[in-house]
């Protein structure tokens, strides 16, 4: 195989002038939810000094996306994705406005700050949904895995780049001009998706309230597929979410260095663009269900070994692997999701997929700093890398039809 395959597939960029400015805006406001997401963080420890309150920040911006979710996807499923997606951008930028001027005045309550964090975190439940169905939507069914691909890879860069360039920010001018450039950010959001047609859903439309939840509810529990793809993601994250580990496990085994620290999630972060760069072979493959399950097993496999050596360099090296493996999953779990869902259930689809995003982590944190406090953060480690190769396995082995995955399942 030469090495144009190997790398990145750029088709999608030549072949839909409308997805390829989508991406641009996309990448330029994502960098902004990174620096925003530093800045908050910085605000709130100085306006308090206490590790709780930033512990919630966490929480404003996790619980509106699980309570809004499921309710948002199925009224993403009833109207024009593109002015959906549209007013829910302008809403955030109106958060960050909001959060730039209260950073310059400095007189709103931490309260206050959360609120304003958890607002915007409510309209991206929307917005997210509403995104969903724009890469299946604009490019050939072929070029969706590259499209996806090309997405992560712009998520991926931005989340090593945005926060430093947000540290940068803060240290020249102050969190206000950092929640500013954030706003603005949004501004190419809006531009890239402007251009798009209308996107009502094809089909017909979601049922209101909760019966449209219940319908969608009804399509994840019966569609082995997309079923199987959710519960791999959520083993992952739910079992081996190694981030709250990493400081114990810095103490325990690297003597507590903190940029041995730092280089952990920076580590997984290089292998997850790495990844990204090389992902011809893996999105022209077409067996995201093989890729997937196969990305799933050697991130808790990774992450076991990880919580087993005594040598950094090995240690960030497998972090590394467990980054790159999973980026293929991610993409490749996105992609079975997106090809064999209908779009006129896509939006609550992608609503679970985004709750299960961002559920599983956060639980799989309280989960692995549970267990450390039991017994320690190598066992916590190890145990749930292990446990995560189990659930995988058995996923894989309960439906065959991810293993063999070449086209959309029927429903």
Known sequence: MSLARTLIDVRPLRASPVFRRLLIGRTVSVL???????TVMYQVWSMT?????????????????????????????????????LFNTVAQAVC????????????????????????????????GPAAGVFVPRLLPREL?????????????????VGPALGGVLIGWSGVGVCYLA????????????????????????????????LDGLRFLAGHRVVRGALITDLSATLLA????????INSERFGGDPRTLGLFLSAISIGGIGASVFSGTVTRLGRP?????????????SLAAFGMTDDPWTGLGLLVLAGAADTAAVVSRSTLVQTNTPDA??????????????????LGNLRGGLVAGWTSGATALITGGLLCVLAVTGVAATTPELRAELTPETP
């Open 32 to 38: 902004g939810g990174f620096m925003t997401m530093v």
């Open 49 to 85: 000094g206490s590790t709780y309150w930033t512990g919630a920040v966490g929480l404003a911006n996790a619980l509106p996306t699980v309570a809004v979710g499921l309710f948002a996807g199925a009224w993403v499923d009833r109207g024009d994705r593109r002015r959906i997606y």
């Open 96 to 127: 960050s406005l909001l959060l730039a001027v209260q950073g310059r005045t400095g007189h709103v309550p931490v309260l206050g700050v959360l609120a304003l964090v958890a607002a915007q975190s409510s309209f991206g439940a929307v917005g």
């Open 144 to 160: 969706v895995p590259a499209g996806l691909a090309l997405n992560h890879a712009s998520f991926q860069t931005m989340m090593l």
């Open 182 to 213: 954030d706003a603005l950010s949004f501004g190419f959001a809006f531009y890239g998706a402007f251009g798009l047609p209308a996107l009502p859903p094809e089909g017909e439309p979601s049922r209101a309230g909760l019966h449209g939840v």
């Open 241 to 248: 979410m190694p981030v709250s580990l990493f400081p114990l």
């Open 289 to 301: 269900g093989l890729v997937m399950l196969c990305g799933a097993t050697t991130w808790g496999a």
């Open 345 to 362: 259930l896509l939006g609550r689809v992608t609503a679970a997929e985004q709750i299960v995003g961002q559920a599983g982590p956060n």
